[in-house]
């Protein structure tokens, strides 16, 4: 006879719970690789890659004087998130601490690169995902939206397949913030 110990209940009573909310859980190669992609960690699984480097600073723009000054010094370093060969992520760390990252669907608007985007955007901290709807990506506002017709939603569309998290954010938490506004139609915020 096998009797339940304190630790089994918890394990049990967790999966119940994730089960009635209803998240989607991630899939393992997902969650792998966006943790090693934020810790700066080399990592390879079947099609993704982790690649971590030292930032080159002549690869550096010229005009870009914030850049130049915050990584220009030989000891920032930069994760690049791989799959299927194309870098769909990236995450530059200065020795400031000044973070930098750029996500790029790559023209692949498959649920695996948006997955895997979204492993990187949950262990970030960011409180928006990427989805598709009526074959157009989005970013949606929220963990994971109970319904489709959810008017509290927040939606910005994405035209072009890159963007930066941190604008995202910021549009997103702007008092000017419509809804169903195109992010790259953005200029300024």
Do not use: W
């Amino acid at each position: 006879m096998c009797i339940p110990t304190d630790e089994d209940s918890k394990e049990s009573k967790s999966a119940n719970s994730l089960s009635n909310i209803g998240e989607n859980i991630m899939r393992k190669i997902s969650r792998e690789s966006a943790k090693a992609f934020v810790n700066f960690e080399p990592y390879k699984k079947d099609n993704t890659v982790v690649s971590v480097s030292k930032i080159d600073p002549s690869l550096l723009r010229r005009n870009d004087l914030t850049k130049i000054a915050l990584f220009n010094n030989g000891k920032s370093t930069q994760a690049n998130l791989f799959l299927h060969g194309n870098r769909i992520a990236s995450h530059a760390l200065s020795e400031f601490n000044f973070e930098k990252t750029s996500i790029d669907l790559c023209g692949y608007h498959t649920r695996t690169t948006r997955e895997r985007i979204n492993g990187v955007l949950d262990v970030l901290g960011y409180d928006f995902r990427v989805a598709q709807r009526n074959d157009e990506q989005i970013l949606i506002r929220g963990r994971y939206p109970k319904r489709k017709s959810d008017n509290e939603q927040q939606v910005l569309k994405l035209s072009d397949d890159s963007f930066d998290p941190d604008f995202a954010k910021r549009v997103f938490g702007s008092c000017h913030f419509f809804s169903g506004a195109d992010l790259g139609a953005i200029q300024n915020f």
